[in-house]
């Protein structure tokens, strides 16, 4: 079966995945529509398709079977609605909707008319993520304890009257953006659920601008810090994910993590699993341990540890191979399920309500400042 797309938005982001989403060979696209018709004319003409004059129009087009939608988050919930109502499959980026109650409607539509629905929160196709998902499995560093992420982005891109600071459009940070990283967190941890958070005004400006924001989310075993700050310039834009357990503390960083350092102390007989978990890493031993020494304490748990390692993967890994890695990922998973639907998938329509639900409560918790 061959999927033909539909781009409704046609930004910068839109074609860098799109160029992802055309290395597989099930994809093509059929046509775009943007509201600014530069853009879609420059979209057009690098990858040859038909212009739109409307999200209608395109709908109406029987050649069209797939719509991506890359789109202000106002927009949507009616624009994914409307393309399920005409029969059409739907790959809609982040966030699902402004409303998680709008999120559950068009999951439940998608349903009754037996229609993909999915929303691109593609860092669960991350192989650093698996990894990571799989050491915490494992228990390999013992009971995880607590969690954080820290987003010290740019604002360099977003002068004032960019749409992300309005909120009735973007919804706000935690929205707009966190939910990528609630989804992380809920994949690795279970379900969780906002116990407090705080939104930051920026000050010395006429608009009401929340450029800082900072929740905190428990979860089975411990508590999860989010913190997202778009007030940095370029050359200073990072990220790091930190998850400490009972034995060590595993750090991945850039906000699609493309590298990992880990700390831990580890039993003789485990130094082989990390390698084979993790081939190819460089992996240090820091302090080695004998006889009494190797009884340590902590939790209230007593164990035997042979060495403290540092452990460092994906040092050599480039950020936009990886990003384009992970959206194929998702491309190929999504249409595999189309063509067969046993066809257990990463991420599903669930996942789009779930990472919205807890934005959603980090927004209306949020004690506001400034």
Same mark, same amino acid.
Not at 134 to 145: A, C, N, P, Q
Not at 246 to 260: D, S
Not at 335 to 356: E, F
């Given at each position: 079966?061959?999927?033909?797309?539909?781009?409704?938005?046609?930004?910068?982001?839109?074609?860098?995945?799109?160029?992802?989403?055309?290395?597989?060979?099930?994809?093509?696209?059929?046509?775009?529509?943007?509201?600014?018709? &530069?853009?879609?004319?420059?979209?057009?003409?690098?990858?040859?398709?038909?212009?739109? &004059?409307?999200?209608?129009?395109? +709908?109406?087009?029987?050649?069209?079977?797939?719509?991506?939608?890359?789109?202000?988050?106002?927009?949507?919930?009616?624009?994914?609605?409307?393309?399920?109502?005409?029969?059409?499959?739907?790959?809609?980026?982040?966030?699902?909707?402004?409303?998680?109650?709008?999120?559950?409607?068009?999951?439940?539509?998608?349903?009754?008319?037996?229609?993909?629905?999915?929303?691109?929160?593609?860092?669960?196709?991350?192989?650093?993520?698996?990894?990571?998902?799989?050491?915490?499995?494992?228990?390999?560093?013992?009971?995880?304890?607590?969690?954080?992420?820290?987003?010290?982005?740019?604002?360099?891109?977003?002068?004032?009257?960019?749409?992300?600071?309005?909120?009735?459009?973007?919804?706000?940070?935690? =929205?707009?953006?966190?939910?990528?990283?609630?989804?992380?967190?809920? &994949?690795?941890?279970?379900?969780?659920?906002?116990?407090?958070?705080?939104?930051?005004?920026?000050?010395?400006?006429?608009?009401?601008?929340?450029?800082?924001?900072?929740?905190?989310?428990?979860?089975?075993?411990?508590?999860?810090?989010?913190?997202?700050?778009?007030?940095?310039?370029?050359?200073?834009?990072?990220?790091? +994910?930190?998850?400490?357990?009972?034995?060590?503390?595993?750090?991945?960083?850039?906000?699609?993590?493309?590298?990992?350092?880990?700390?831990?102390?580890?039993?003789?007989?485990?130094?082989?699993?990390?390698?084979?978990?993790?081939?190819?890493?460089?992996?240090?031993?820091?302090?080695?341990?004998?006889?009494?020494?190797?009884?340590?304490?902590?939790?209230?748990?007593?164990?035997?540890?042979?060495?403290?390692?540092?452990?460092?993967?994906?040092?050599?890994?480039?950020?936009?191979?990886?990003?384009?890695?992970?959206?194929?990922?998702?491309?190929?998973?999504?249409?595999?399920?189309?063509?067969?639907?046993?066809?257990?998938?990463?991420?599903?329509?669930?996942?789009? =309500?779930?990472?919205?639900?807890?934005?959603?409560?980090?927004?209306?918790?949020?004690? =506001?400042?400034?």
């Amino acid at each position: 079966m061959n999927f033909r797309l539909g781009i409704v938005g046609a930004g910068s982001f839109s074609m860098f995945s799109v160029e992802a989403f055309l290395q597989n060979d099930q994809i093509s696209v059929e046509g775009v529509f943007d509201i600014d018709t &530069g853009k879609a004319g420059a979209f057009a003409s690098k990858y040859p398709a038909r212009i739109y &004059g409307s999200i209608d129009e395109m +709908l109406d087009d029987d050649n069209v079977n797939l719509i991506y939608i890359s789109t202000p988050p106002n927009l949507h919930y009616e624009q994914c609605k409307s393309a399920l109502l005409a029969g059409k499959h739907v790959i809609c980026e982040k966030p699902a909707a402004l409303d998680p109650a709008h999120a559950e409607d068009l999951y439940e539509l998608a349903a009754r008319k037996e229609l993909l629905y999915v929303v691109n929160l593609m860092q669960r196709y991350n192989p650093l993520y698996q990894k990571v998902a799989k050491l915490i499995e494992s228990r390999l560093l013992g009971e995880f304890l607590h969690g954080y992420f820290e987003n010290y982005a740019s604002d360099e891109a977003l002068k004032p009257g960019h749409w992300m600071w309005n909120q009735e459009i973007s919804g706000g940070i935690f =929205i707009e953006h966190a939910v990528h990283f609630f989804d992380m967190f809920e &994949g690795w941890l279970g379900k969780g659920t906002i116990i407090s958070s705080k939104k930051i005004k920026r000050p010395g400006v006429d608009l009401t601008i929340f450029s800082r924001v900072q929740s905190v989310g428990l979860y089975a075993g411990g508590i999860v810090n989010l913190y997202h700050g778009f007030d940095q310039p370029g050359k200073m834009d990072r990220q790091e +994910l930190r998850l400490l357990f009972e034995r060590g503390e595993v750090t991945l960083h850039e906000w699609v993590p493309v590298r990992m350092d880990v700390k831990g102390l580890i039993t003789n007989k485990e130094e082989q699993m990390w390698q084979d978990l993790f081939p190819g890493a460089v992996i240090e031993e820091l302090e080695k341990f004998d006889g009494e020494d190797r009884i340590f304490r902590g939790n209230f748990k007593e164990y035997f540890i042979d060495k403290m390692i540092r452990l460092e993967y994906g040092k050599d890994a480039r950020k936009e191979d990886i990003y384009k890695f992970i959206l194929r990922e998702m491309m190929a998973d999504q249409v595999k399920w189309i063509q067969d639907r046993s066809h257990k998938r990463v991420i599903t329509g669930l996942n789009g =309500i779930n990472s919205l639900q807890m934005a959603w409560e980090a927004e209306k918790k949020a004690v =506001i400042t400034g």
